[in-house]
């Protein structure tokens, strides 16, 4: 929407893994991000998928905007984050409900596609891309010119 790319992070497990090959056929660098990985912060966080959630709950506490809960989409959403339950394991660690328990409490149909490509967003901290003037390609705003004093 008129916005450069700063990242793209795509789940690269099961399905995921053909996106992220076909991106990169294409040119693209997606993140192979896997939800069943090592969190970024492990004494905090069980899997890499209750870290990336854990950030998003902090975004939204801090005023994310979200779609209006009553509209189509924010109802799908809402109901997403708040329906995953979780649990403390051993360690301290947060351990989301695995989509499994969590289908098997709500039924089959119920899903968490929009919640978890949210999620996704939080993966990681990224610089914000600036386009090119006169081009479409990013690249990242810095003070820090190698050739200073060369």
Known sequence: RGRAVAASFI??????GGVVDALRATGFTPFDVNFGGKPMDGKEYAFRVDEMWGRMRTAIKEGLILPQPFSKHGSRLKSELTQREYGIKQKGQI????????????????GLDMADALALTYAMDVAPAI????????RVKTEFNPLDGV
């Open 95 to 110: 351990k989301l409900e695995s989509k499994e328990e969590y289908r098997k409490r709500l039924g089959d149909e119920a």
């Open 11 to 16: 789940d690269g497990t099961g399905g995921g």
């Open 131 to 138: 386009p090119l003037l006169g081009g479409n390609k990013p």
